[in-house]
């Protein structure tokens, strides 16, 4: 098989450029809405003592040495969350992020181990206000690029029209004939067995070590996310307090958070929340996502002990993360992410 030539070759670079130009206008014009908007740009340092406390996210570890030669460990930021959250607290009321994040052990179509991320929060806002933020948005990125339509593979969207707008047990009941609030407790436990049950009735296969969230996740890439975002986009909401780290609880509903995502031809695009301001209880959910951490993975990162502070002082707020380079992917018509990328991370392109 032929191995395709870099991208720094003049011919490869002059197919790209197009798209990578159009990418910049759409920058530009994100950065006039918010500015537009009232709101602030940040720039949040890269190196954070927390990359951020999920189970399954990976960071890129390095060390910072004092002058005296002392070591102390560092990590790339996942996300700017952490440090916008301090902002906040310190009494920033609208701001957004526009810059280079870093995830590990992801590379492919969609994935990229450095990319673009669009981060944004509104104090004093509800976090349904963060939807009709993403449907601007996306219409301003199609009609900047020129776009009439999205497509990726087999599946398009209408980027000018509204959202359609799907709960998650309303998803897993369409596309799986599950009931999953059956397995959800009021006071956010969750019943591993009957999900576990009801996913064998539905013909999805299951394994004897599964956790709960294991089986969540198997139904959403199974049978929901590819079904998400056809013909306009999708925002999936009120997902379980379970699968929701950093979102509050929904008032009258202690079963689902204030989280949402918003899809497009099957693609996840953003990952919003009504934030969490609970100090001790983001402290457990940390601690509880750390221990599955090391019984999967064999690692845990540290808690950042400033970011629990300052979340005792931040106000109410709303605030979400975007993939800028997948939305200006469906927007350039690109098939993979790295076709949106000016200089693509050497070593293991995606095909």
């Known amino acids: 098989m032929t191995r395709a030539s870099p991208w720094w070759t003049p011919a490869v670079h002059a197919d790209r450029r197009p798209r990578l130009l159009q ?111 993403c449907a601007a948005l996306v219409a301003l990125a199609a009609e900047t690029a020129g776009a009439k339509t999205f497509r990726f593979r087999d599946r398009e969207a209408d980027p000018y029209r509204p959202p359609e707008r799907l709960t998650v047990a309303e998803a897993f009941r369409r596309f799986a004939g599950i009931d999953l609030l059956a397995t959800v407790d009021p006071d956010g436990g969750t019943d591993r067995d ?79 929340f009504g934030e969490l301001t609970d100090a001790a209880e983001q402290r457990r959910r940390f601690e509880a996502d750390m221990d599955e951490k090391e019984r999967i993975y064999g690692e845990r990162y540290p808690v950042d002990e400033d970011f629990l502070a300052a979340l005792r002082i931040m106000p109410e707020a709303a605030g979400i993360a975007l993939g800028f380079d997948r939305l200006a992917m469906l927007a350039t018509g690109a098939r993979r992410i790295e076709d949106v990328l000016w200089t693509p991370v050497a070593g293991g392109e995606a095909s």
Not at 90 to 104: D, H, K, Q, T, Y
Not at 107 to 115: I, N, Q, S, T, Y
Not at 211 to 230: A, K, Q
Not at 243 to 261: H, I, N, Q, S, T
Request: aromatic share 10%; glycine share 10%.
């Open 194 to 272: 009957g999900l576990r049950a009801a996913l064998a009735a539905a013909g999805i296969r299951t394994a004897p070590d599964d956790t709960w969230s294991d089986l969540f996740s198997r139904v959403m890439v199974e049978r929901i996310e590819p079904r998400l975002g056809e013909g306009r986009a999708t925002v999936l909401c009120e997902y379980p307090v379970p699968e929701a780290a950093l979102a509050r609880p929904k008032p009258g509903d202690g079963r689902v958070a204030e989280r949402f995502e918003l899809y497009a031809c099957g693609v996840e695009l953003a990952n919003g």
């Open 23 to 133: 990418r910049g206008r759409i920058r530009t014009a994100f950065r006039r809405w918010f500015e537009d908007g009232g709101f602030t740009e940040i720039e949040a340092a890269c190196l954070q003592v927390s990359p951020g406390n999920e189970t399954h996210l990976a960071a890129f570890a390095t060390e910072l040495v004092g002058p005296d030669g002392a070591r102390s460990p560092l990590y790339l930021h996942t996300s700017p969350e952490f440090a916008a959250k301090k902002l906040l607290a310190a009494g920033e009321e609208r701001i957004f992020s526009l810059g280079p994040v870093w995830r590990n052990r992801e590379r492919g179509v969609l994935h990229h181990p450095e990319f673009t991320m669009l981060e944004w929060y509104r104090t004093g806002e509800p976090y349904e206000r963060l939807v009709a933020d």
